[in-house]
Nanobody, 118 residues
């Protein structure tokens, strides 16, 4: 059974940083690309960042380029999202899923809330 558990969210001031983690299980993590998505209130879920299974290639939404960094540790079955210079518009629930830029699985974790506010 696929399980995706996101953590690391919280309340942070504009300009601050957070590091999100996604622990994956129930599938062969090392052969899948992984992606982070976010969903703000009243908006559709959108792709934030993606990384190939080897970690050699990454993709970022224009809105987060230069501020967010996606990485992974295949030994720990975990994907990370380092977020810097956070803005109020980054406020959303953040989710991970397998797949490079497109979700591989129909089930999602509970997500982790990121709130950027002074």
């Amino acid at each position: 059974q696929v399980q995706l558990v996101e953590s690391g969210g919280g309340l942070v001031q504009p300009g601050g940083s957070l590091r999100l983690s996604c622990a994956a299980s129930g599938f062969t993590f090392s052969i899948y690309g992984m992606s982070w998505y976010r969903q703000a209130p009243g908006k559709e879920r959108e792709l934030v960042a993606a990384i190939t299974n080897t970690g050699y290639s990454t993709h970022y939404a224009d809105s987060v380029k230069g501020r967010f960094t996606i990485s992974r540790d295949n030994a720990k079955n975990t994907v990370y999202l380092q977020m810097k210079s956070l803005k109020p518009e980054d406020t959303a629930v953040y989710y991970c899923n397998a797949g490079f830029r497109f979700p591989a699985f129909g089930s999602w974790g509970q997500g982790t809330q990121v709130t950027v506010s002074s």
